[in-house]
């Protein structure tokens, strides 16, 4: 029940682009605040992007504004995350989760977890 299944990572090269899917129930993903988090080797998982159930608020770490974009598509219950011009230090396995707090970037405010797509960037 609600578990979220994400999609789409892969190797690209420095300045390359990636797009990540994240699906599930539609009573979980429609209805829901869902993110976007990644975890490096050795680091803390941390909150990438957000966007609200409507798709009318969206939030991002500084370090991808400008970059990154998410978005939601409620007739295919699906959450994208466009990654463009890709660093290295973009490198980690991406999860998306979903939360009943609008704009969290907090890990124990979400309850539902997909099991993560790896993305590496090379240099």
């Known amino acids: 029940q609600g578990q979220l299944i994400a999609s789409g990572g892969g190797l690209v090269q420095a300045g390359g682009s990636l797009s990540l899917s994240c699906t599930g129930p539609?009573?979980?993903?429609?209805?829901?605040?869902v993110g976007w988090f990644r975890q490096a080797p050795g680091k803390e998982r941390e909150f990438v992007a957000g966007?609200?159930?409507?798709?009318?608020?969206?939030g991002y770490v500084d370090s991808v504004k400008g970059r990154f974009t998410i978005s939601r598509n409620n007739a295919k219950n699906t959450v994208y995350l466009q990654m463009n011009s890709l660093r290295p230090e973009d490198t980690g396995v991406y999860y998306c989760?979903?939360?009943?707090?609008?704009?969290?970037?907090?890990?124990?405010?979400?309850?539902?977890w997909g099991q993560g797509t790896q993305v590496t960037v090379s240099s």
């Open positions: 539609g009573r979980t993903v429609n209805t829901y605040y």
């Open positions: 966007i609200s159930w409507s798709g009318v608020s969206t």
């Open positions: 989760a979903a939360s009943t707090v609008t704009m969290s970037r907090k890990t124990e405010d979400y309850i539902y």
